[in-house]
């Protein structure tokens, strides 16, 4: 499946989700995934729900379905990136990866490339924390419907 993917990179605190959410608000003529890519251990789901009590249990997997809505969490097993964007590639139009050091996609970069990172696909440097004009945000926008397909 040919889907545009385009990766959000920039240091801690650089503006990344927020900007994310912002054009997520510009796109929502689309179906948009966004993949978060931490180095950091992701929270447990909410204390008290079943998923996290089969979790702590043991799961390896816990999953829960409803109309409209569906979540899966994983435990001691890695899911790699590559492999989320092929389960979601035909459920979207288009993938937002934020972070992600060592993926190397088509690029949003926000502030310095962050140290052990690879880049070679910038698209657009943008400033830490930007406050971009509406017309920049449309820019920005179409400039991302456009990106190189995975």
Do not use: W, Y
């Amino acid at each position: 499946m040919n889907i545009p993917v385009c990766r959000f990179l920039g240091k801690s605190g650089s503006g990344k989700t927020t900007l994310i959410d912002a054009l997520l608000k510009r796109l929502s003529h689309l179906r948009v995934a966004v993949i978060k890519h931490t180095r950091h251990s992701l929270a447990q789901p909410g204390t008290g729900k079943d998923t996290a009590l089969h979790l702590a249990a043991g799961a390896t997997v816990s999953a829960g379905v409803s109309p409209g809505r569906s979540e899966i969490f994983l435990q001691g097993t890695d899911l790699g990136l590559e492999e989320l964007i092929s389960f979601v590639s035909g459920r979207v139009d288009l993938i937002l990866i934020e972070g992600a050091r060592h993926f190397d996609v088509p690029t949003i970069l926000l502030g310095d490339v962050p140290d052990d990172s690879v880049a070679t696909n910038i698209l657009r440097t943008l400033s830490m924390r930007p406050n971009l004009s509406p017309e920049q945000m449309d820019a920005l926008v179409s400039g991302l419907t456009r990106v190189s397909r995975v």
